[in-house]
């Protein structure tokens, strides 16, 4: 497996997070749609990590949620990844190091 989508995988909740901070800057325009794809991964990603561990706190998680959740955390760190490998420097540099871009 990739080693950059595997330290993705392994400190998703703060890749995300970085993600959403990102957006709420003044974003480069230029890289606004590609941008935007990592943005709703990110967001797909949030909700379904929501919705599973409020599950999980009732002991009440599905089969489809566990999936779900795993599916969509999945689909973002590729999306971030290939932002990542093309827009090196977007990113606080304090990420990119901790996922090997620095």
């Known amino acids: 497996m990739d080693s950059l989508f595997q330290k993705c995988l392994e ?15 003044v974003f480069p325009a230029q890289l606004e749609p590609e941008f935007k794809v990592v943005f709703d991964a990110a ?8 919705v599973a561990n409020n599950q999980r706190e009732f002991d009440s998680l599905t089969e489809e949620q566990a ?14 990844t ?6 090196p420097d ?4 304090r990420i990119r190091s901790e996922v090997g871009l620095a």
Request: proline share 2%; net charge positive.
């Open 43 to 50: 967001c797909g990603y949030r909700t379904a990590n929501d």
């Open 82 to 87: 290939a932002f990542l490998r093309k827009h």
């Open 90 to 93: 977007v990113l606080n540099p």
């Open 11 to 25: 400190r998703v909740d703060g890749c995300v997070q970085e993600v959403v901070n990102a957006w709420a800057l």
């Open 67 to 80: 999936t779900r959740e795993k599916e969509t955390r999945e689909v973002f760190c590729k999306a971030y």
